[in-house]
């Protein structure tokens, strides 16, 4: 958030910085993360920093983790959404899921703040981000959660069907699942 107040246009060098000096190595922020940030720690470039030696790079959902404000930031435009979300995810996680993981958030939050003092409806945001999604797993893992909202499920099933772990496959569609099933009630 306080990379996109200084450039809300993207500015890929002061993102690496800023993350680089709230980083503390004793306090895991995850496999990817805290690989990308011990290579700009070591002079890679952030444009390079996500990428992992032998091109595993990481899945999991630290990229989503921070996209929140991409959204918010830029509710109205889908197209430029996207490619943010996707350059400040890169940063640290270069899988092509992780990118797709935090668009999907950053559109949830967009579309939340749209909705502002209207009624959400859960099917709906779920189906709307099955569509805007590039990637064949996050859209029916959407399509399967939209069928699940307001249907009374046990935690197991949703958890079966939808993940719950710290990939960003595995945990971006949960998450919005439980917002869309419960988006009246912060508490539930």
């Known amino acids: 958030a306080a990379a996109l107040v200084v450039a809300p246009d993207f500015d890929g060098e002061d993102l690496a910085l800023r993350m680089l000096a709230a980083w503390d ?3 895991s922020w995850g496999q990817g993360s805290d690989a990308a940030l011990r290579r700009l720690r070591d002079g890679v470039h952030w444009n390079e920093a996500g990428h992992s030696v032998g091109g595993r790079e990481s899945f999991g959902n ?3 983790l921070r996209s929140a404000p991409v959204g918010l930031l830029l509710s109205d435009d889908a197209e ?7 350059e400040a995810a890169g940063l640290t996680h270069q899988h092509l899921l992780s990118g797709e993981g935090a668009v999907l958030h950053a559109m949830t939050v967009a579309l939340a703040l749209l909705a502002s003092g209207e009624a959400l409806s ?4 779920l189906e709307t981000l099955a569509g805007e999604t590039r990637t064949r797993e996050f859209a029916s893992r959407s399509k399967a959660a939209a069928a ?7 935690d197991a099933t949703v958890i079966e069907t939808l993940g719950n772990n710290s990939s960003a496959l595995g945990s971006v ?5 439980c917002f869309a099933e419960h988006s009246d009630s912060y508490t539930d």
């Not at 430029?80 to 996707?86: F, G, M, P, Y």
């Not at 699940?148 to 046990?154: A, N, T």
Request: charged share 15%; aromatic share 6%.
């Open 122 to 125: 859960g099917a709906g945001l």
């Open 173 to 177: 569609v949960t998450a919005t699942w």
């Open 62 to 64: 630290g990229a989503a």
């Open 25 to 27: 190595p004793k306090q």
């Open 80 to 86: 430029t959404l996207r490619w943010l979300a996707e």
């Open 148 to 154: 699940m909202v307001g249907r009374s499920r046990g």
